[in-house]
């Protein structure tokens, strides 16, 4: 069943390979944030990269989690520091 929402939803298969690009990619991450105190419990703002190389910006915590493509124009250019 899950193959075939897949195949029939291509957005579905977008969140799917992002899910994977995530997982597969917190090995490379570099921390970009620690929120020791966040209203949801610790957490850290790493920069990770698809299979395409391109930026997301995770935020692992437990459990707390979300991930997000950095903004150009609010992040550096190495994505590891906002912008003032």
Known sequence: MRGRVHQQNPQMRR???????IYEGVQD??????HPTYHKGPCVLVLQRDHHGQPIH???GIPANAAYRPHPKRWTENFLGRKS
């Open 15 to 21: 969140v799917h390979r992002s899910a994977r690009d």
């Open 29 to 34: 991450a570099i921390v970009v944030e620690e």
């Open 58 to 60: 995770v935020l692992w």
